[in-house]
């Protein structure tokens, strides 16, 4: 009972009903129909009732299929609230009624195809940036940035090979990767990240945690994380030498475990012709900027994954929502994701690898 009257379950539980009356009054059919469009309503308050609340591990098989298909329900939902508001306007400006089955056969139609964009990622996505000042040693120095990967429910090993497969054949003087990697615990999850240590150059893969490290149990994932080669960067930075320059590579914890310190991973002591910056939550890049880092890598914001939240996500996170932007005279990307949270579904954005090329700033 305290589980069901928690603040939390209340709203979403008030949310959930609300939805349901509306579609079922819009394209419910008899009591029939409305018993069967209460199922996925159903779903989708079972998982945050039954995990997230209290923290519950989902470790069995039927926990997966529990939170894959209260996934799919939530996608599905999105767009079947869309396309009946939709028809509604259509009927409010004129006289033609598209009817429920259109409604139903466009939600079915945008959860497909947003499902097929999801699964099929993540493209390459190449992107210049022009550092003022860069070495020229350092004019052409690709990074690879690999983020938000989300591996458990919906997205595996398979996902996981196709990745590391891409990231090696780009070829990378280092990688960046930024966190959100895993939605789940080590023991559940293990052999499903097991690829990433193909992850190559070997020793050059610098990795910083996510607020869904912190969900899935911090401490164990990033000891797991140091198995596979990964250089784990909490506030503190490292030193890699590319193409004989020297370049300072700074890692940040995430808000939701610790205050992130941009100031303590700038290595200001050391001499350096760049400094890059790893930080998950996009938010921190004013502090980043003060710390003195040329360039800022993020994740975190999925650029709204699909419609409508591709637009609601910019009153959340600008300036720095998603691509390339600045702070100051320090360069902010952030990716788009490699993979998906949630829904497996895309729709206004695509889930990306990301190769970043620096380039010197007279020669862009």
Request: proline residues 7%; glycine residues 10%; positive net charge.
């Amino acid at each position: 009972m305290t589980r069901v009257l928690n603040r939390f379950v209340l709203v979403l539980t008030a949310m959930l009903l609300a939805a349901y009356a509306y579609l079922a009054w819009r394209i419910g059919a008899g009591a029939a129909g409305r018993l069967a469009l209460a199922l996925p309503f159903v779903l989708i308050w079972l998982v945050p009732v039954l995990y997230w609340v209290e923290d519950r591990e989902s470790g069995t098989a039927a926990d997966e299929l529990l939170h894959f298909a209260a996934y799919l329900s939530m996608g599905w939902l999105n767009f079947a609230l869309l396309v009946s508001l939709a028809r509604d306007a259509v009927q409010l400006l004129t006289p033609w009624d598209p009817g429920a089955g259109a409604v139903l056969a466009g939600s079915f139609i945008a959860l497909g195809a947003g499902m097929a964009a999801s699964l099929r990622g993540p493209h390459v996505r190449h992107v210049d940036i022009p550092v003022d000042g860069l070495a020229p040693a350092l004019d052409g120095t690709r990074i690879v940035q690999i983020t938000d990967l989300h591996v458990g429910p919906t997205l595996g090993r398979r996902y996981v090979r196709r990745v590391v497969r891409m990231a090696n054949a780009l070829e990378p003087d280092f990688l960046a990767l930024t966190g959100d990697f895993v939605d789940g615990p080590v023991a559940r999850l293990a052999r499903h990240v097991a690829p990433l240590a193909g992850l190559a150059p070997a020793g050059r893969a610098f990795f910083v945690p996510g607020n869904h490290e912190t969900y899935s149990g911090a401490g164990p994932w990033l000891e797991h994380f140091r198995s596979l080669g990964f250089r784990v960067l909490l506030n503190e930075h490292e030193a890699v030498e590319v193409r004989g320059a020297r370049v300072v590579v700074g890692g940040v914890t995430d808000p939701s475990a610790a205050r992130p310190r941009p100031d303590l991973a700038a290595g200001r002591g050391e001499h350096a012709a760049l400094r890059v910056l790893l930080a998950h939550n996009p938010k921190i890049a004013p502090l980043a900027q003060e710390a003195g880092f040329d360039l800022q890598l993020s994740g975190h914001t999925h650029a709204g994954q699909f419609f409508p939240w591709t637009l609601a996500v910019h009153l959340v996170h600008a300036p720095h929502v998603a691509g390339l932007s600045r702070s100051g005279r320090m360069w902010v990307y952030v990716s788009a994701g490699t993979g998906t949270w949630g829904p497996p579904v895309r729709f206004g954005s695509e889930p990306e690898l990301t190769l970043i090329r620096l380039i010197r700033a007279n020669a862009a």
